[in-house]
């Protein structure tokens, strides 16, 4: 990623997407050979966490592994931003003090960066063999080529989940997570918002004002709620946040919070406009029924004369 640029990619986990990455490393084995290991990577916050694995020996590595970006070999793709060869691990100045050359007994290494539309990088796309000497400049030109396939892919999928105005999920991700394993067990806590008074910003001022006013609730969200939180526009001024393993009364925190900087932000207070919100949790509602239980809590702030928040 460029600095200080994060990739939203917590909805990859509730989707089928291993199975693109599945399929890329087979293609990638199918055209380059029959080789050790091949794996995507997920590169953020200066980690590096394994995606998807196709090994072909004993390793004690696995899909979900997270390490320190500057212990692994996808630094030099990431950094450089180029596609990287490494001849013979075991003597490149770069690899050879490495622990993962002694740890993997590594003899060769390739790897390329996978870029999104926005310039930023996703990860990389990389081939690992105990053999030296085993790529070449045809092995970064075929893994180049089918990052940027996988690039594609990961794009595609993200405008699926995605409002496209304020780039929080959509209802697509909603039923997605709704039906996921995760959604089984624990309690989880819906916060619905709806706006006050939004439809004088459209009548009086046109909705491109209206959807820069959408814009800075959006922003509001992502900015307070916390990690294991999901924030969704699920139509017109409709927005809510799930929370994954939050009661309603812990969430309540973050509810108030975000109404909070609702009335400090200037952009929404010349409009005058203002937040109401309702939260449900699982402890007492269940989970096919948590969004009619949230959204009547939240028509409870508006008749309450709004800007709060009703459990």
């Known amino acids: 990623m460029k600095e200080g640029e994060e990739v939203e990619t917590s909805w990859l986990e509730t989707t089928e997407f291993s199975r693109v990455f599945a399929d890329i490393l087979s293609i990638a084995n199918d055209l380059i050979g029959d080789n050790e290991t091949f794996y995507v990577s997920l590169i953020e916050n200066e980690r590096m966490t394994l995606m998807e694995m ?4 004993d390793t004690s590595f696995k899909a979900g592994d997270t390490f320190l970006l500057q212990d692994t070999y996808c630094q030099f793709p990431y950094f ?3 596609p990287t060869i490494v001849k013979n691990a075991k003597e490149d100045e770069r690899t050879k003090h490495n622990k993962l050359t002694h740890l993997l007994n590594a ?3 390739a790897g390329v960066p996978i870029f999104l539309k926005d310039g930023t990088t996703f990860g990389t796309l990389c081939a690992i063999n105990k053999r030296v000497n085993t790529y070449d400049d045809k092995t970064a030109q075929i893994l180049t080529k089918l990052a940027s ?5 990961i794009e595609t999928e993200r405008l699926l989940v995605q409002d496209g105005l304020t780039s929080l999920y959509n209802r697509i991700y909603w039923k997605r997570i709704m039906s996921s394993e995760q959604i089984r067990t ?3 806590a819906l916060l619905m918002i709806d706006l006050d008074k939004f439809k004088q910003v459209n009548d009086q001022f046109g909705h491109e004002t209206g959807d820069h006013v959408l814009k800075e609730v959006a ?4 900015e307070v709620i916390p990690q294991g939180a999901y924030g969704f526009r699920f139509g017109g001024d409709e927005f809510g946040v799930l929370f994954l393993r939050r009661s309603a009364k812990e969430a309540a925190y973050f509810a108030e919070k975000i ?3 609702s009335v400090m932000n200037e952009k929404l207070s010349t409009h005058d406009v203002c937040l109401s919100a309702g939260i ?7 989970s096919e029924t948590l969004m009619r239980e949230a959204d009547q809590l939240l028509y409870r702030s508006k008749r309450s004369g709004g800007c709060r928040v009703s459990l």
């Not at 196709?54 to 020996?57: A, G, M, N, P, R």
Request: net charge positive; proline share 0%.
């Open 219 to 222: 922003s509001i969200i992502q």
């Open 80 to 82: 450089s931003r180029r």
């Open 54 to 57: 196709l090994v072909k020996s």
């Open 259 to 261: 109404i909070e900087q």
């Open 186 to 188: 624990g309690v989880h």
């Open 107 to 109: 003899g060769s290494y």
């Open 280 to 286: 449900a949790d699982t402890h007492i509602t269940a």
């Open 149 to 153: 396939f996988l690039s594609y892919a």
